[in-house]
């Protein structure tokens, strides 16, 4: 594949990305900008306090499944492992940085779960069970977030060290850090909320 073909199909799945669910659904059944409320993310965490454990769900399965439409979606048009994989890295910058919504989305956790599905289904699911188990063990979703994020560059580098994966996730993980710097700083100073399943929580974690 050229590399204008990864460009080309690097925004594609940038764009999917770009759906933010988070937006959508607060805007279109709630009428109201996640991004105004708790602490104004736009992600799965801030959509449970601020709208609610149903609309938290959805969010957390459509940001997770787009980067896997990217995926499937490239690889339908090219037949190509390796540009697939960057489209659906590419979804993860596009829920972060949202075309549609004025660049400001969320932190792609769930988004870079799913393009860690994509990349080995088998691996991701470790991902996700290391992720769940540290926010059951810690109740802080961005110690869990973390903790999933950089065990899938501990675990593809023993088990799949493809170099294009891993450089995808080391991208990924490395943004995610960076997404998630105002909850190091709380975890630092003892001050990050952990996890809360009450509707309209004044929790800031995000």
């Not at 759906?19 to 449970?48: C, M, P, Q, W």
């Not at 306090?49 to 459509?62: D, H, Q, T």
Request: aromatic content about 12%.
């Amino acid at each position: 594949m050229p590399i204008l073909g990864y460009v080309l199909f690097a925004v594609l799945g940038y764009l999917l990305g770009s759906l933010n669910f988070s937006i959508i659904i607060g805007k279109l059944f709630y009428k109201i900008d996640v991004r105004e409320h708790g602490s104004k993310n736009a992600g799965t965490t801030n959509t449970l306090r601020v709208l609610g454990k149903g609309p938290a769900i959805f969010v957390l399965l459509f940001d997770t499944f787009k980067a896997v439409i990217a995926y499937w979606l490239v690889y339908a048009i090219t037949k190509d492992n390796p540009v697939s994989y960057v489209a659906s890295a590419a979804a993860v910058v596009g829920h972060n940085f949202p075309v549609f919504f004025g660049f400001k989305g969320g932190k792609g956790v769930a988004t870079s779960l799913g393009a860690c599905f994509c990349f080995n289904p088998l691996l991701g699911l470790f991902v996700l069970l290391i992720g769940v188990s540290t926010i059951a063990i810690t109740r802080y979703v961005s110690v869990g977030s973390l903790a999933g994020s950089t065990s899938s560059i501990v675990l593809f580098a023993i088990f799949d060290p493809d170099p294009l994966k891993l450089v995808l996730l080391v991208v990924l993980t490395v943004s995610m850090y960076i997404r998630h710097h105002e909850n190091l700083k709380r975890l630092a100073n003892h001050t990050e909320n952990k996890i809360s399943f009450h509707k309209k929580s004044e929790e800031k974690q995000g």
